[in-house]
């Protein structure tokens, strides 16, 4: 009787532990958010940043050195209903981030922001830069016509780092930060 009182509460134990939620497994992943579509007197505008996309493995790679990229796709339909939407934009676009040990500096590269170089000491403002996209032009907006509904789509992801060969091996840790967003869609009439 003792052992199979045992043997059910070991049996529970094992259940509990199996069922449990682990803390590695509440990782949060990379998303978009703060979306804003808006527009000047001649251009369709979409603001948005990405949340969640540094990790510690990453912040480490960028402080050694290693050139980090995150593109941006952003694309606009004209929606059809019954028939395919009808592509207006298809945007791919390239934020850049190196660290100068020697400067102690961060040199981004933002392209809509007249691909302007930006030079920056402090990392957590040079990442709040790398992963926000401000005023970037989709469209002019004599593309688009009055009363028809358009759908916007964002996506964003980490550039895969092309590695000297035999790099490869020291930094094996860098397939743990590879990110990609799931696609967001705005959807608005004109």
Request: with cysteine; net charge positive; charged share 25%.
């Amino acid at each position: 009787m003792m052992l199979k009182k045992s043997i059910l509460c070991a049996l529970g134990i094992v259940l509990l532990v199996c069922i449990s939620p682990k803390p590695s497994s509440a990782k949060k992943e990379a998303h978009l958010s703060d979306i804003i579509v808006t527009n000047t007197r001649d251009h369709l505008l979409v603001y948005f940043k990405v949340e969640e996309c540094f990790t510690e493995e990453m912040n480490k790679a960028i402080m050694n050195g290693i050139e980090t990229k995150f593109t941006f796709i952003v694309k606009l339909y004209e929606v059809k209903p019954k028939r395919f939407d009808t592509k207006i934009a298809d945007i791919r676009l390239t934020h850049t981030i190196a660290y100068n040990a020697l400067k102690n500096e961060f040199s981004l590269f933002l392209p809509e922001q007249n691909d302007k170089k930006i030079l920056i000491k402090d990392f957590e403002e040079a990442k709040k830069l790398m992963a926000e996209v401000v005023a970037l032009t989709v469209t002019s907006l004599a593309n688009l016509r009055r009363g028809l509904q358009y759908q916007l789509r964002l996506k964003a992801e980490l550039d895969k780092i092309e590695l000297p060969f035999y790099l490869n091996y020291v930094f094996f840790f860098l397939s743990l930060w590879d990110f990609e967003t799931d696609w967001y869609s705005v959807s608005f009439r004109y």
